[in-house]
């Protein structure tokens, strides 16, 4: 009798901030390999949402990442929402909005000073150069705090909100705590121009690039929660589309899947895609700084990433204004749904990037399925291809630079892999040099 | 007559994580001072985000809350730290998000002009850290303790009874 064919399938997120290291062969010819390990265990984030109840996804998956926990909660209730058939009035969309401003000016802020800064600016991390340009830094914390009232407002605290949830949230603050904080976005959005403006005089490696950008967009806003999935090679496609034109695979050396767009390959999601590909929808203001500065999309040199974000920190900000002066209280602060048997999906943009779940549940509200696709492991692949095509240009540097080049074009993409600015255990092999 | 001058409130921090064990222990002390201190003190769970810490320690009196491991004192026992003056061991350093840690943090604030006026630490020497939200029983037990020793020094610094 033959036996029945059994398979074990353990799904798996494997998120990826904590340790990563970087491989690379190369000779006098060029570079023959290189590989962005990621050997950060998973964390089985999609195995055990199963058997949870659908309105706890935004809280679990919030778990996901402490830099961009709203991002994991919009993209989850979006999805929940697409399942159960709700649709938020256009109050709660405007709060939702806003949570996530406060998200964007958090995480960027943190990446640029913190993170990315010390890399232009030669030293080799974020204290050393708050003692020679403490004025950088100062203003970035200003702003970031700004950040972190928004969500501390709407979340009810600033890292792992607790106040999301499926059709709305759980408490909607009254329209003078907004008014509030007026004032301190005011000033933030004062900073942030300085901080634009520093960025853009920042020295960049001449790195130019040819990406496939993937992002939203909508023709009514700059992307954050909602918009169609596009890309500047034609992708077209609604978020329901997504897994038709998106596959992960796996990859020997990385406990995290790359994804890959099934017709070309490898793409780019993240700020510079969004910028991209969304650059008429950006506020004028932010526009015309852009232009003044040389810095007028398309950007497709990976190290500027910090001009882009910048200009991003100075939108959610201007964004962040309008949608307070524009304030409307929900009739109520949310929708109710009953659990049914349904699948949804969504899409929306986390500071670094496309950020996709679907779920399915049970009659019971109870979640049977989930698979969640993180912006790193999108941008997996693009780091290395950008490895690979950056280093030939760079190979008369000694090692010791090119290693720090290396680091830096990691940096650029701000990945949750980095615990700290000096994360990477590199292995430059000389082809020629083993040999000899 | 000169009035006299109302005490400085302290703000009370905790580091660590609630859902890893005795790490928790930090926030499980900052409750329990929340429910007796009330509106005498400002109160701040901040998980590890020492960067946002830098924003809001600044000419404050700070009392910072933390899970320490030690090989030389055994789980429980509190340690004290100034944080402005004394050498912090890598011990006490927690790792937080992106790495940053508290000697980090300090080392920022000197730079940035943005240190707490005092700074004080309440250390509780850890046993088990893996996950789950309750702490061991000798920590528990160092907690309470250290609340004991905690509210006599902010007594005895307020001169509120």
């Keep these: ?436 | 007559m000169k009035q006299k001058e109302t005490p400085e409130r302290w703000l009370l921090v905790s580091l660590g994580n609630r859902f890893r064990g005795d790490d928790g222990v930090g926030p499980y002390l900052l409750d329990r001072l929340r429910s007796q201190l009330k509106e005498n003190a400002d109160f701040l769970e901040s998980g590890n985000d020492m960067v946002t810490l830098v924003g809001r320690w600044k000419d404050r009196q700070v009392c910072l809350l933390d899970a320490v491991f030690s090989d030389e004192q055994p789980s429980g026992d509190l340690i004290r730290v100034n944080g402005l003056a004394d050498v912090i061991a890598p011990s006490v350093c927690t790792t937080s998000s992106h790495g940053f840690n508290l000697r980090e943090a300090i080392d920022l604030g000197k730079a940035l002009d943005s240190l707490p006026r005092r700074l004080e630490i309440f250390a509780i020497c850890a046993q088990n850290i893996t996950c789950g939200d309750h702490l061991t029983a000798e920590v528990k037990s160092g907690a309470e303790r250290a609340e004991q020793e905690l509210l006599a020094f902010l007594q005895a610094d307020t001169g509120e009874s």
């Design chain 1, 1 to 436: 009798m033959a036996g029945k064919s059994k398979t074990i399938k353990v799904d798996y997120l494997a998120r990826v901030e904590g340790e990563g290291a970087l491989y690379i062969r190369y000779d006098d010819h060029g570079v023959h390999e290189v590989q962005l390990k990621i050997f950060e265990p998973p964390r089985f984030f999609e195995a055990f949402l199963r058997g949870r109840d659908y309105t706890e996804a935004p809280d679990i998956t919030a778990r996901i990442c402490g830099i961009c926990p709203v991002a994991y909660q919009m993209s989850a209730l979006h999805a929940m929402e697409n399942a159960l058939g709700l649709m938020p009035t256009e109050p709660l969309r405007n709060l939702r909005r806003l949570l996530y401003c406060g998200e964007w000016i958090e995480s960027h802020m943190l990446h640029i000073s913190m993170l990315h800064a010390p890399d232009f600016l030669g030293y080799p991390n974020a204290v050393a150069m708050a003692k020679d340009h403490p004025q950088v830094v100062q203003r970035a914390l200003e702003i970031k705090k700004t950040g972190n009232a928004l969500v501390r407002l709407l979340g009810g605290r600033e890292v792992h909100p607790i106040n999301v949830r499926v059709g709305g949230f759980y408490r909607v603050p009254n329209r003078e705590v907004f008014q509030a904080l007026h004032p301190q976005l005011i000033e933030a959005r004062i900073l942030a121009e300085l901080m634009v403006r520093w960025a853009a005089g920042l020295p960049f490696p001449h790195c130019e690039q040819s990406y496939e950008c993937v992002a939203l967009s909508s023709p009514r806003e700059y992307p954050m929660n909602e918009g169609r999935i596009v890309s500047n090679r034609g992708l077209d496609i609604s978020v329901q589309d997504y897994e038709k034109h998106f596959r992960e695979q796996q990859v020997p050396h990385s406990t995290a899947l790359h994804s890959v767009l099934i017709e070309r390959g490898a793409y780019l999601v993240g700020p510079m895609a969004r910028y991209n590909l969304n650059y008429p929808q950006l506020s004028e203001g932010v526009r015309g700084l852009a232009e003044e500065l040389g810095f007028k999309a398309p950007c497709n040199n990976p190290f500027k990433s910090i001009v882009v974000r910048c200009l991003e920190v100075l939108y959610a900000l201007e964004e962040a204004l309008r949608l307070i002066d524009g304030f409307q209280a929900p009739d109520e602060p949310y929708l109710v749904a009953e659990p049914k048997e349904a699948s949804g999906c969504a899409a929306t943009e986390a500071p670094r990037g496309l950020l996709y779940h679907r779920y399915a549940i049970n009659r019971e509200g109870k979640i049977t399925f989930a698979k969640i696709v993180a912006p790193t492991s999108q941008n997996q692949k693009t780091i290395e291809d950008d490895l690979r095509l950056m280093l030939p240009k760079f190979m008369h540097l000694p090692e010791q630079q090119l290693q720090g080049l290396c680091e830096r074009a990691i940096r650029n993409y701000d990945p949750c892999i980095s615990c700290s600015t000096h994360f990477l255990q590199l292995h430059l092999q000389h082809e020629a040099k083993r040999n000899s």
